[in-house]
């Protein structure tokens, strides 16, 4: 996974056109369920982060795709909740995993739509809450909501927290 992870970071290096279609693909694959558990690219998306310096990649388009991915993989996922229900628990790699559902359903009816917010930010919870949301019927409106605005923060945060990350690094790398 490691490898994958550094050949994707230096493909976007040498070919910065293609950073907000990957960033876009990398996203919808972390908030999808099943696929996320696979998939972990948020720190691709950290390292994506760290070449927005001056001259280098522009955040907008990046950070925009990212935020359209996440909403996307986390819309799919409340649609796969809503339409399978508690068979998505025997589905692979879900059935290798039991706890993840039960959690996430505590996590749900512990917070209601902030949980949506919440969980973005939080490894196995990120794909699991949305299924959750969609196998216990939270309402459409108030999932796409809280869905589509983490989604942009989660993206924003990511890539900036990659830029702040370089920066701090090229500070003290100037002090040596």
Known sequence: MEAYAHDLIAFV????AWA???????AFCESLAFISLLVPAWGVLVAIG????????????VCFAGGLGAALGDWLSYWLGST???????????????????????????WGVPGIFIGRFFGPLRASVPLVAGIFAMPYWHFQVANFVSAFVWSAVLLLFGDILSRVTEWIWGLF
Do not use: C, T
């Open 50 to 61: 760290m070449m927005m310096g001056p001259g280098q990649i522009n955040f907008w388009p």
């Open 84 to 110: 399978f229900k508690h068979r998505v628990a025997e589905m692979w790699p879900l059935s290798r995993y039991p706890d993840l559902i039960p959690r996430g359903q505590a996590f749900v009816e512990k």
């Open 13 to 16: 290096r040498v070919h910065q």
């Open 20 to 26: 907000a279609p990957l960033v876009l693909v990398l």
